[in-house]
């Protein structure tokens, strides 16, 4: 019984108080920490569920941008086939109006050229045809006949009756 002599000298309310305090200390921390630990292991757990979840997605989307990419290739080869076609289309059509532009000009030339002289309506359909010809790109081949025209009086010449019998 000696343990209860030393218990009383040292003050064993206030030993018998810090020992029910560790104790509760301990079981109050203790369950704390094993709180604290499930959540960060939940907090992990749910971080890597997220990541893969993340991962696969992000996977599923690299495969979509690649299949989009190669759609928007082909769509983009498609498109600048066609706008080949439809440059060589208009080069063919700017050609051909060009033909017919200098036809028009060499035919309304042969027609006033006949008749000596080419009056303001011809010429102003001639100079209009002959200007459209040059934007398409003329070489040069029209300007002779272009000053030739131009060099036709406006008035019909007049005619001197003959009358001798």
Not at 130 to 159: T, W
């Amino acid at each position: 019984m000696e343990w209860i002599k030393y218990f009383s000298a040292f003050g064993g309310a206030t030993l018998c108080s810090l020992f029910v305090t560790f104790i509760f200390n301990y079981v109050v921390n203790g369950t704390k920490k094993k709180r604290e630990e499930k959540e960060e292991s939940f907090k992990k757990q749910r971080e890597e569920e997220l990541n893969k979840v993340l991962e696969a997605l992000d996977e599923k989307l690299d495969k979509r941008i690649r299949e989009v990419s190669i759609k928007v290739e082909g769509v983009t080869d498609a498109v600048n086939k066609e706008i080949d076609l439809l440059k060589e289309d208009s080069s063919k059509t700017k050609a051909g109006l060009q033909a017919l532009l200098r036809s028009e000009l060499i035919a309304m030339f042969n027609k006033w050229s006949e008749k000596g002289y080419a009056p303001i309506y011809a010429r102003e359909n001639f100079e209009n045809c002959y200007q459209r010809y040059h934007e398409l790109g003329a070489n040069g081949v029209m300007d002779d006949i272009y000053h030739k025209f131009h060099d036709l009086p406006a008035d019909e010449p007049v005619k001197v009756k003959n009358n001798r019998k």
